[in-house]
């Protein structure tokens, strides 16, 4: 079983910087991938990021491609997704989530946190 707790959110003017957090428990993370999604209040979950555990390799969503970027503590077992020059359309709960098999933009991850919700004011 693994657990995932997101932190950080919270409200920003729009231009302003945040830095989210995801600390992962319960199992070594040796095989896993991890995401980032968002969704906002009556919108579909969508991609954001996403890292190799072990590489380091990245991809993103063109919408926050040279704003956002993804990554790892592989000693402390932990996500980040550092955000800059934010916009009111990133407003969403942001998840951190967890999968053994390949880095995806798809929503098929094994595990998921809460939610830590983005708030950006214009």
């Known amino acids: 079983q693994v657990q995932l707790v997101e932190s950080g959110g919270g409200l920003v003017q729009a231009g302003g910087s945040l830095r989210l957090s995801c600390a992962a428990s319960?199992?070594?993370?040796?095989?896993?991938?991890m995401g980032w999604f968002r969704q906002a209040p009556g919108k579909e979950r969508e991609f954001v990021a996403a890292?190799?555990?072990?590489?380091?390799?990245?991809i993103y969503a063109d919408s926050v491609k040279g704003r956002f970027t993804i990554s790892r503590d592989k000693a402390k077992n932990t996500l980040y997704l550092q955000m800059n020059s934010l916009k009111p359309e990133d407003t969403a709960v942001y998840y951190c989530?967890?999968?053994?098999?390949?880095?995806?933009?798809?929503?098929?991850?094994?595990?998921w946190g809460q939610g830590t919700q983005v708030t950006v004011s214009s």
């Open positions: 319960g199992r070594t993370f040796s095989g896993y991938n």
């Open positions: 890292i190799g555990w072990i590489a380091g390799t990245t």
């Open positions: 989530a967890a999968r053994l098999g390949s880095i995806s933009y798809t929503s098929s991850y094994d595990y």
